[in-house]
C-alpha cells in the first residue's frame, strides 16, 4: 500500500488475466515463461527504462497540456457554477459518436454527455484525462478536445510538480528494494508453484511482480499525487469517474 491507499487495485486485472490464462491455456503459459527465460537482456532494459519513459510522456503532455489549455490553476466558470464537479476520463473515450441527427461528432464516449448536461445546469465542470495509449503520446487528442469544447477538457499531467516526481521515485524504490529480497527466496517462489502442473505459476507470478514493482508502482504512486494535488487545489464538490480504477 502507499499511505492508506491499497496498490492491488491498479494490478488486480492484470493478474486476474494472467492467472485465467494459466488455468485455461497451457501454450499461453509455457509462451510467457519461454520469453521471460530466453530475453533476459531484453526484459531487463524493458523495465529499467520503463521510468524514464513514463516520466518522458508525463513531463511532454503537461508542457503540451499547459501550452494549448490554461496553467493548473483553480478557476471559476465564467457563469458561476452552482457547484464545482470535476470529472476524470481516459484518452480512449474520446471517439466519434453518433448524435440523435445521426451526425457524428467527437465527444468523451463516457461523460460527454453527463458532462453537457451538467453544464446545461449551471454546473462547473472541469474535466480532466489521463492518456492509456501503450507507446506512444496521445498529442491528437489533446488539440482535438481544445478545438471541439475549448478549455473544458486538460491533461491531469498540468498538475504535475518536480516533487510530484521525486516522491514517486523515493517511495517505488523502497517497494522495489522490498520486492527483491522477497523474490530471490527460493522457498517463496517454491510457493507460488502447483507441484501436479509441470507449468510454473510462480514463475509467471514472479515476472509479472517484477513489472509491478520496478515500474508499475511508480507509475501508480506519480497518479495517486497527482490526484491528491487536483483535488487540493480545485477543491471540487463532486468527482465524476469513469470506473472505480481511475
Request: glycine share 4%; aromatic share 12%; with cysteine.
Amino acid at each position: 500500500s502507499y499511505g492508506d491507499i491499497s496498490l492491488w487495485w491498479f494490478y488486480e486485472p492484470g493478474l486476474c488475466f494472467l492467472v485465467e490464462n494459466y488455468v485455461r491455456n497451457k501454450r499461453y503459459s509455457e509462451k510467457a515463461i519461454k520469453n521471460g527465460k530466453y530475453k533476459h537482456i531484453f526484459k531487463f532494459a524493458k523495465l529499467r527504462l520503463a521510468k524514464h519513459y513514463i516520466a518522458f510522456r508525463l513531463i511532454m503532455r503537461a508542457i503540451l497540456g499547459k501550452v494549448i489549455s490554461k496553467c493548473a490553476k483553480s478557476r471559476q466558470s465564467k457563469d458561476g457554477g452552482i457547484c464545482k464537479v470535476l470529472a476524470i476520463s481516459y484518452t480512449n473515450y474520446w471517439k466519434k459518436y453518433p448524435t440523435p441527427q445521426q451526425k457524428k461528432r467527437n465527444k468523451d464516449t463516457m461523460l460527454g454527455d453527463i458532462i453537457m448536461a451538467l453544464k446545461a445546469k449551471n454546473f462547473n465542470v472541469i474535466a480532466l484525462d489521463k492518456d492509456d495509449s501503450k507507446f506512444f503520446i496521445d498529442f491528437k487528442t489533446m488539440i482535438e478536445k481544445r478545438i471541439h469544447e475549448g478549455e473544458l477538457w486538460r491533461p491531469v499531467e498540468v498538475y504535475l510538480t518536480p516533487n510530484i516526481v521525486k516522491k514517486a521515485l523515493k517511495a517505488s524504490k523502497k517497494l522495489e528494494e522490498e520486492w527483491n529480497k522477497l523474490k530471490n527466496n527460493d522457498k517463496f517462489i517454491d510457493s507460488l508453484n502447483n507441484p501436479y502442473d509441470s507449468i510454473q505459476l510462480g514463475t509467471l507470478l514472479k515476472n509479472f511482480l517484477d513489472e509491478v514493482f520496478m515500474y508499475g508502482n511508480f507509475m501508480a504512486i506519480l497518479h495517486i499525487e497527482l490526484m491528491k494535488r487536483v483535488i487540493e487545489i480545485e477543491k471540487p464538490d463532486l468527482i465524476l469517474m469513469t470506473c472505480a480504477s481511475s
